[in-house]
């Protein structure tokens, strides 16, 4: 897993809990890095998924509902460093529609190492779209707060249904539809 994951996942738990927790997941995880990370690195999956475990045991919040706040913040580092890949597009629909073809072919230029999720359109119009996400790691909570910040992004508002295809998450159906105002 490509190390932006690692430091702003880190970044954000800074901000949100203060650099004592950042500190506790560190120590309280079994990391092959020793909890130093460069965005550009390469580290074991397993190392966010302490980090994400420990801190859900020390704040009582679900890993899934870290997940979705995290994708949201990752976003900002989307924007910030990538705003050309967000200009290609009008809508969140376009956008999201795109994202297997398009957007991993340009994050696969910056990070030609990256393991990214797949995503399968299923179905399309202008503002209504149905994907399937496919990975291993079972984030597609992660996935759901990069495509809430998408609509916000665009000034759009949108809704968004998950339903998973099989019970660890690995396969999830997300039903987006723009809401027209």
């Known amino acids: 897993m490509k190390g932006i994951v690692f430091t702003e ?5 800074e901000d949100k ?8 997941i560190i120590a309280q995880s079994e990391l092959e890095s020793g909890g130093i990370y460069t965005a550009v690195g390469t580290y074991s999956f397993s190392e966010i998924l302490q980090l994400l475990t420990n801190l859900s045991k020390n704040t009582g919040i679900n890993p899934d509902q870290l997940l979705l706040v995290y994708g949201e913040h990752f976003f900002q580092a989307i924007e910030n460093n990538y705003m050309g890949l967000l200009e290609t597009f009008n809508n969140p629909i376009d956008m999201l529609a795109s994202i297997e073809n398009h957007i991993h072919v340009e994050v696969r230029k910056i990070y030609p190492d990256a393991e990214l999720p797949t995503f399968i359109v299923e179905e399309k119009s ?3 779209l149905i994907m399937i996400y496919k990975s291993s790691r079972a984030m597609h909570h992660f996935g759901l707060g990069l495509m809430n910040k998408t609509f916000e992004h665009f000034g759009s508002k949108g809704e968004i249904v998950l339903e998973k295809i099989n019970d660890e998450g690995t396969e999830v159906k997300f039903i987006i539809r723009k809401i027209n105002e």
Do not use: A, I, K, P
């Open 9 to 13: 996942f880190l970044e954000l738990v």
């Open 17 to 24: 809990f203060g650099l004592e927790m950042v500190d506790q």
């Open 126 to 128: 202008d503002d209504h």
